[in-house]
T-cell receptor
Framework: QKEVEQDPGPLSVPEGAIVSLNCTYS??????FMWYRQYSRKGPELLMY????GNKEDGRFTAQVDKSSKYISLFIRDSQPSDSATYLC?????????????FGRGTSLIVHP | ETGVTQSPTHLIKTRGQQVTLRCSSQ?????VSWYQQALGQGPQFIFQ???????GRGNFPPRFSGLQFPNYSSELNVNALELDDSALYLC?????????????FGQGTRLTVV
């Protein structure tokens, strides 16, 4: 079992839909949780990160962390065709001297007009 | 666009050869991390350099090595290339010593080993 699991998709939705992207993890030491967007043939771009549990909102994007369930989510409201990309979750432990991020494999999102 | 640039963008090498990939970090950043991203997978951490010293290493063999220069640019060297080394190689720069929560990625170098 991988430390971070992420469904590769593809997830296809109509424009304007609410999108829910998720990751599960097994390492309880993870404290920092990040979401990246990666367009084809580009490097990942950080969308947002959260520390420990709770919600964080930035425009159309909301990140949620549920540490009790070891489950994180990214919601995209009013999705646009320009949101079509691969979304990667990443996590970092906050202790043990190791700050190596562990990435999920990414979920491919397609928003069609 | 981030200020992180990588060269070359694409590269084809033969098994057994050696390759050097380059990364210029964003202005003001003193930390560079390298990742390998195989097709359909997430980035895997190779190593990180902070102020010219290796500051952490992932599960990669010694034939993966690196350098960071006084201007904080960096190189990734891979010796004795194997077919499985074919991947997108990403570098990310940041201004913190260890926590990569706000790292900026370059566009990557696509390496194909034949």
């Amino acid at each position: 079992q991988k430390e971070v699991e992420q469904d590769p998709g593809p997830l296809s939705v109509p424009e304007g839909a609410i999108v829910s992207l998720n990751c599960t993890y097994s390492n309880s030491a993870f404290q920092y949780f990040m979401w990246y967007r990666q367009y084809s043939r580009k490097g990942p771009e950080l969308l947002m990160y959260t520390y420990s549990s709770g919600n964080k909102e930035d425009g159309r994007f909301t990140a949620q962390v549920d540490k009790s369930s070891k489950y994180i989510s990214l919601f995209i409201r009013d999705s646009q065709p320009s949101d079509s990309a691969t979304y990667l979750c990443a996590m970092i432990p906050a202790s043990g001297g190791s700050y190596i991020p562990t990435f999920g494999r990414g979920t491919s999102l397609i928003v069609h007009p | 666009e981030t200020g992180v640039t990588q060269s070359p963008t694409h590269l084809i090498k033969t098994r057994g050869q050696q390759v050097t990939l380059r990364c210029s970090s964003q202005s003001g950043h003193n930390t560079v991390s390298w990742y390998q991203q195989a097709l359909g997978q997430g980035p895997q951490f190779i190593f990180q350099y902070y102020r010219e010293e290796e500051n952490g290493r992932g599960n990669f063999p010694p034939r993966f090595s690196g350098l960071q220069f006084p201007n904080y640019s960096s190189e990734l060297n891979v010796n004795a290339l194997e077919l499985d080394d074919s991947a997108l190689y990403l570098c990310a720069s940041s201004s913190r010593a260890a926590l990569d929560t706000e790292a900026f990625f370059g566009q990557g170098t696509r390496l194909t080993v034949v």
